[in-house]
């Protein structure tokens, strides 16, 4: 079974930054493409970044050049830092494995975790 746990959120204030993590089991992170998601209430779920196996990645435009993504190979979890914060990057932001480029492979999701962006 799958199973990924989200955790680094908060609230900050525009143009702080945060960094998330996504921990998973050795074997979920060492088989899959994993990616980060986001969404706001009333709005759809939308890919923020994501990254395979070899390391390539894959980003959303709003995340390009203010987020990164990363692999931890020794802590299996993959990482978001997020910097210049704007108050429309506030959401749940939750990982899943990803049908690279973009499509969230398992229809359940996670609890997230929280990000608030303050002007």
């Known amino acids: 079974q799958v199973q990924l746990v989200e955790s680094g959120g908060g609230l900050v204030q525009a143009g702080g930054s945060l960094r998330l993590s996504c921990a998973a089991s050795r074997t979920t992170f060492s088989i899959n493409d994993i990616g980060w998601f986001r969404q706001d209430p009333g709005k759809e779920r939308e890919l923020v970044a994501a990254?395979?196996?070899?390391?390539?990645?894959n980003y959303a435009d709003f995340a390009k050049g203010r987020f990164t993504i990363s692999r931890d190979n020794v802590k299996n979890t993959v990482n978001l830092q997020m910097n210049s914060l704007k108050p429309e990057d506030t959401a749940v932001y939750c990982c899943?494995?990803?049908?690279?480029?973009?499509?969230?492979?398992?229809?359940?999701w996670g609890q997230g975790t929280q990000v608030t962006v303050s002007s």
């Open positions: 899943n494995v990803v049908l690279w480029p973009r499509v969230p492979a398992r229809p359940t």
């Open positions: 990254i395979r196996r070899g390391g390539a990645t």
